[in-house]
C-alpha cells in the first residue's frame, strides 16, 4: 500500500524504545512514492519525520506545522 497508517504505535514503549521504532519507520527506507502516517500523543521519535502536524484542542485545531518541536510548556 502506498500509505502505512500507524495510531499510537509507541503507547506502551519507553522513550528510548519509541523513538528507535519512530526512526526506523520514518528514516527514508520506504520505496518512492510510499509514506507512513503517524498519529501519537508522545514527542520522542517526532524528529524523524518530515512534516509534523500539532492539534489541540477537541475538535483539534492545527497549532504548527513543520519539524518536530519540543511540546510548549503549560
Known sequence: APLLLLDEPTEHLDDEDATALLRGLLDG??????????????EPGTEAADVVLRLVGTPGTVVAVGAATPTPAR
Not at 527506507?29 to 508522545?42: K, N, Q, S, Y
Open 29 to 42: 527506507t520506504l520505496a518512492p512514492g510510499r509514506g507512513v502516517l503517524v498519529v501519537t500523543h508522545r
